[in-house]
């Protein structure tokens, strides 16, 4: 009888503690959300808010287990190749890292994701590489909501009372988390999700963030669906004989998990080819005959790209001025000057988009006898604005630029020039990536996040990842995500 009383004793305070505890997670998520709506800039006091959210979210009395995470989210984890996916969100990779599963789902219901976003931004937290690996799967997760309303603190208490060789009631339930379109609004929509997806190197987070973007398209695909048949007319980006079942999307997202896509798509939100739609097809080999949902996920991510990389109307009629009229272009490239060095991040990624299609038009266009003085003036002037107006500015997000710009135009020659022979094709994107990055680095580059971009680059060309038989193996904590980490390991 006192061994009972004692249990019951003991259980009776880990209650008491559990509740406490909750009630400070509340209190911390209260706090978040306050900063998020008042516009806190100092980013110190979001660095406290990084320690304490850490402290307090992970090693929690209720943590999610690895089957738990597995049914929930379709970037969990399995523990091995060949393990059920059946799950209409699960996948058959493998998690480097297991942060996310520390956080129970209550948590990751109440808070800002406005907050996570904001504390991605950090400084500290972009050039530590496992703490940002660590918040943006915990972004991605906050994102998928159960259809019947978030997981509340008291809904968590009812595991308690379930037999151990059993899985939580809650968790049991299949087919009920989906992609929040309002959280996902609330951040701004997809573009934020997409500028972390070009950037971010790690392969675990790469996945999430893609999930994130297929379920959108799945989103966006039965919305369309849905106004065409409401209209009575055909949407653009959905065909009305398709009907997008759950079986469907399933299949769908572990063929593209299969084929490295999660991966290798990001490439075409930097450059998107002409024959992208093509080229995925013939890599994926589907028949189309049988499986239209896979053309219709194909070209509304072609659409996402486009929308995305798109140059608003005014400027791309100032471009067509560029390239046609040599006498009128010094008032375009002063307000091309004016939007790069902004400190507006929309008017600098107007202003990089701007010029990017102008490096590239110079680069591809027809030099007939009535476009090559356009065109040599034009070269002339991208020359300058690259070698002085970015590279020499004092604003790190600036001479960001270059680097992307940089980027951006390896892609298009290693496009162009892919059926040359691949030695030809490496000398010159040598020449040019010496070239561009001596500059920056002959001036003195400092600045760590641009660095770690430079670095990435390289990384990247020189490299050749191929992550799925790299993550279908069962992975220790700590292991081996990024490809500078498996380079090292004479993994790639």
């Known amino acids: 009888v006192e061994d009972n009383e004692s249990e019951s004793s003991g259980m009776w305070h880990v ?52 089957t738990q995470a597995e049914k929930h989210f379709p970037f969990a984890s399995l523990a ?82 379930q037999p151990k060789d059993k899985e ?39 996945l999430a963030l893609f999930s994130v973007l297929y379920y959108y398209t799945v989103h966006l695909l039965k919305q369309d669906q849905q106004q065409g048949q409401t209209s009575g007319t055909k949407a653009p980006a959905a065909n009305p004989v398709v009907t997008y079942t759950d079986e469907a999307i399933r299949k769908v997202y572990r063929l593209l998990c299969t084929h490295n896509i999660p991966w290798h798509l990001a490439q075409i939100f930097l450059y998107l080819p002409n024959h992208f739609v093509k080229s995925i097809l013939e890599h994926l080999s589907v028949d189309l005959t049988h499986d239209r949902t896979v053309l219709g996920c194909i070209f509304a991510m072609r659409h996402l790209a486009t929308d995305y990389l798109k140059l608003e109307p005014v400027f791309a009629n100032e471009l067509e001025t560029m390239l046609s009229d040599p006498e009128k272009t010094q008032a375009s490239f002063e307000l091309l000057t004016t939007l790069l060095t902004s400190h507006n991040s929309e008017e600098r990624k107007q202003g990089e988009a701007w010029m990017f299609a102008l490096m590239k038009n110079v680069f591809e266009a027809d030099k007939t006898d009535a476009t090559i003085a ?25 001479r960001k630029i270059f680097i992307a710009l940089t980027e951006k135009f390896i892609l298009l020659i290693k496009t162009k020039f892919q059926d040359y022979h691949p030695q030809h094709l490496m000398v010159h994107v040598n020449k040019m990536l010496n070239r561009y990055f001596f500059i920056l680095c ?49 993994a790639v």
């Open 442 to 490: 002959h001036r003195g580059e400092r600045d760590l996040d641009n660095l770690i971009s430079m670095y990435n680059v390289i990384m990247n060309y020189i490299c050749k990842f191929d992550p799925v038989p790299q993550f279908l193996q069962s992975r220790r904590p700590g292991s081996a995500d990024t490809l500078t980490e498996l380079f090292l390991e004479g």
């Open 374 to 398: 356009a065109l040599m003036s034009a070269k002339q002037r991208v020359e300058k604005v690259l070698s002085e107006t970015l590279s020499l500015s004092p604003n790190p997000e600036v």
């Open 15 to 66: 209650g008491r503690i559990q509740a406490f505890h909750r009630e400070l997670v509340w209190v911390l998520h209260e706090m978040l959300h306050y900063m998020v709506t008042t516009g806190e800039e100092d980013d110190t006091v979001w660095w406290a808010a990084v320690s304490c959210w850490t402290m307090m979210t992970s090693n929690t009395n209720h943590p999610m287990t690895q």
């Open 168 to 206: 939580p009631r809650h968790f049991g339930r299949r087919k009920t988390i989906q992609l929040s379109i309002p959280r996902l609004c609330s951040i701004g929509g997809i573009t934020p999700i997409l500028d972390l997806y070009t950037t971010t190197q790690s392969y675990p987070a790469r």
């Open 80 to 161: 091995t190749a060949h393990h059920s996916v059946d799950h209409p969100l699960e996948t058959i990779t493998q998690m480097a890292h297991p942060f996310p599963t520390d956080v129970p789902l209550y948590v990751l219901h109440q808070v800002d994701v406005r907050a996570l976003l904001r504390i991605l931004a950090l400084p500290r937290v972009k050039c530590d590489h496992k703490l940002h690996t660590h918040f943006l799967n915990v972004l991605c997760m906050a994102l998928f909501l159960p259809q019947d309303g978030p997981v509340t603190p008291c809904s968590t208490d009812c595991m308690a009372d």
